[in-house]
C-alpha cells in the first residue's frame, strides 16, 4: 500500500529518494525546492501532499525517463541534452506539468535553436586506482571468547575532473555512500573524489564501520563492487550526456578495466 508522507508527521529530510514512474532518483530537498513556485517545489515544501512507494520513496506518477533531464536543470540551472535527443515534446510536457517557467523558456530557446547546446563543449577524465589491505580483527565467540581473525579488502579510489562545473555536479548526484546513518552524497571541489570499499562477506558488518570503510552505491542503490562496475556506470552518464570517449588507458580494447579515461563533448 501506498502512504501519503505525513503519515508520521514527519517531513523529508536530505538525502532524498524520489520514484517517478518507477526510476529511483536521489537528491536534495534544496534541489527539488529551487523553483519554489512550481508544482514540484510545492511538493516538496509541505503544500501538496506526496505518497510514497514500498521502499519509502517519495512516489510521482510522471515519466521517469526524461525526469533526469528536469532533475539536471535544477541542480545546474543549465538544459543539458544528448545529441541527437528526440523527446523534446515530451520533456516540454513534464516541464509545462511541475510547472518549472525557467525550464519552459530554456526549452523554447532550444526548440528555435538559440539554447544553450553551443556551450556545451567539454572534458571529463577520469582515474581509478585500488589497493589491498589486510585487517586484523577480535572476533567474539561467547562471553570473554575472542578469536583473532584477518581479512583482505581492497580500496578503491575514483577521481573524476570536468571543465564543467555542471557535469561534476550531475555526477555527485549519480552516486552515494552508504553508511549506517544513511546515505551520503559526495561534495565535489575542483574535482570529484570517490573512496569505497566493500564489504566482504568473511568481515563483519560493524567491523568493516569501525575502520571508517564506506560503500558505494548508485541513485538506483546497486553497489558498485568494483572498479569496473564504476566505469560502467560512469560510461552510462557520460554518455547519456552528450560525451564521447577520446582516450583510455593502458589497453584501448579493454575500456571497462582501463585506469586512465577521457571524454570530450562538442
Known amino acids: 500500500m501506498l502512504n501519503t508522507s505525513d503519515g508520521n508527521g514527519n517531513s523529508p529530510r536530505d538525502p532524498v529518494s524520489v520514484n517517478v514512474g518507477g526510476e529511483v532518483y536521489t537528491t536534495t530537498l534544496d534541489t527539488l525546492t529551487r523553483c519554489r513556485d512550481s508544482m514540484l517545489g510545492a511538493m516538496f515544501t509541505g503544500q501538496i501532499p506526496l505518497l510514497r512507494d514500498r521502499r519509502g520513496n517519495f512516489f510521482i506518477d510522471r515519466d521517469g525517463k526524461v525526469f533526469r533531464y528536469i532533475l539536471n536543470y535544477l541542480r545546474s540551472n543549465t538544459l543539458d541534452l544528448p545529441e541527437g535527443f528526440k523527446e523534446l515534446a515530451l520533456l516540454k510536457r513534464e516541464a509545462d506539468f511541475f510547472q518549472i517557467r525557467p525550464l519552459l523558456d530554456e526549452i523554447r530557446r532550444h526548440e528555435t535553436g538559440s539554447g544553450t547546446a553551443n556551450c556545451r563543449a567539454a572534458m571529463l577524465n577520469v582515474t581509478t586506482e585500488s589497493e589491498m589491505r589486510v585487517l586484523h580483527f577480535n572476533l567474539k565467540r561467547g562471553p570473554e571468547n575472542y578469536e583473532l581473525r584477518s581479512c583482505a579488502v581492497r580500496v578503491y579510489v575514483a577521481t573524476v575532473f570536468c571543465t564543467s562545473r555542471a557535469v561534476l555536479e550531475l555526477m555527485c548526484a549519480r552516486f552515494f555512500y552508504s553508511t ?22 568473511e568481515l563483519p558488518r560493524d567491523q568493516h564501520e569501525k575502520h571508517g570503510f564506506r560503500e558505494l552505491k548508485t541513485e538506483s542503490g546497486s553497489e558498485l563492487r568494483d572498479a569496473r562496475a564504476f566505469m560502467e556506470e560512469l560510461l552510462r552518464v557520460a554518455l547519456g550526456e552528450g560525451f564521447r570517449v577520446d582516450s583510455v588507458f593502458p589497453d584501448p580494447s579493454d575500456i571497462l578495466n582501463c585506469s586512465v579515461l577521457r571524454f570530450v563533448r562538442y
Open 180 to 201: 549506517r546513518d544513511g546515505p551520503i552524497l559526495p561534495q565535489p571541489n575542483n574535482c570529484l573524489r570517490l573512496e569505497w570499499v566493500p564489504c566482504p562477506d
